[in-house]
């Protein structure tokens, strides 16, 4: 297995790669010119002239009490990080927000999230999260401090379950930001809350997943115990690529959303795909998100059956294991149906 994923990531300056945060003394606030489009204090926006009414106005959105920015601006990830480091001076994108502005899969939220190294430079405000951190691995990347990707995988730990956890891995190596030996690596110097359980996430994380629904159903069939598939398998010079297979016995899964069915070309080019794989002696089985989520351990067999017919003498029993039943517990409606 290649512990090195492909392409590169973001360019960034790494600083203070072993050191603590920040000390008391808040981090200097670069000198830029004042742009409404950019998060500023509401102090700011009075010492430059600008009224109450038009601060607290709909002309402006409010964040974390204090911060302003103009209106028309989304709130993404990034600007929220931005707006929190105004209010905490000394803190470091962390957490959720870390992971996000790194192109990681993580659940939705609406709290951003940061972490200082003392309790008396946190900042209690709606929807931003303070962690006290006294010394975590930090970078930079739009110009703000920020967790490094192995740093934001450990700490995710502590409130992602397994499957989420290794969906962040996954996605964080796809982008190019962080490589398996690097997690591997974290996980093993991790300390407390969630550190075990970073280590065994970080064991299953695998380069070449290319979306979160393909990682899920590689656990599937992980914790199914059934024998692990070769991931972005390459076929036909390249031209072909199917996303988990066992290449012996010429079987491949795949999930397909709903993209495959509402693209007439894409729909085309699976056809082609789908006559090639048949000409080669090839069998495909397609997933759908019901199928993981559903009935997964009706997946599961259905898969054992596949592997089975073309060879892998290993049978799954009619109950699912309890860790396959912890992480992929299925629809209750749907399995009292069954």
């Not at 709909?58 to 209106?71: E, I, N, Y």
């Not at 079987?251 to 048949?278: M, N």
């Amino acid at each position: 297995m290649d512990n090195f994923c492909a392409g590169r990531g973001p360019s960034v300056t790494v600083v203070g790669m072993s050191a603590s945060l920040p000390a008391d003394s808040p981090a200097p606030r670069a000198a830029s010119p004042f742009a409404p489009d950019r998060p500023f204090l509401r102090q700011d926006g009075l010492e430059r002239g600008m009224t109450k009414h038009a601060l607290d106005g709909p002309t402006f959105s409010k964040l974390f009490g204090s911060v302003r920015v103009a209106a028309h601006v989304d709130l993404t990830p990034l600007v929220r990080a931005r707006s929190a480091v105004l209010v905490v001076p000394a803190g470091v994108v962390s957490h959720h927000t870390a992971a996000a502005l790194w192109g990681g899969v993580v659940p939705d939220t609406t709290v951003t999230h940061v972490s200082v190294g003392k309790a008396s430079q946190r900042r209690a405000r709606e929807a931003l999260h303070c962690h006290v951190r006294p010394a975590l691995r930090h970078t930079r990347l739009h110009g703000l401090a920020i967790t490094t990707p192995a740093q934001t995988f450990v700490d995710m730990a502590a409130s992602l379950d397994l499957v989420d956890l290794v969906v962040l891995g996954d996605s964080l190596i796809t982008k190019g930001v962080v490589r398996l030996d690097e997690l591997l690596d974290a996980t093993e110097a991790a300390t407390g809350r969630g550190a075990a359980l970073a280590r065994e996430a970080a064991g299953l994380v695998r380069a070449g997943a290319e979306s979160p629904m393909e990682t899920r159903v590689r656990l599937l069939l992980h914790f199914a115990g059934l024998p692990e598939p070769v991931c972005q398998l390459g076929l036909d010079d390249g031209r072909i690529r199917l996303d988990l297979a066992w290449p012996v016995l010429r079987l491949a899964v795949e999930y397909d959303g709903r993209q495959h069915a509402e693209d007439a070309r894409q729909w085309g080019r699976d056809l082609a795909r789908r006559e090639w794989l048949d000409a080669n002696g090839w069998r495909l089985l397609v997933l759908r998100a019901q199928d993981v989520f559903d009935d997964p351990w009706a997946t599961a067999r259905r898969v054992g059956e596949a592997l089975a017919a073309r060879g892998y003498e290993k049978e799954l029993p009619a109950d699912p294991p309890v860790a396959f039943a912890t992480h992929f517990p299925g629809r209750p409606w749907k399995r009292a149906k069954v």
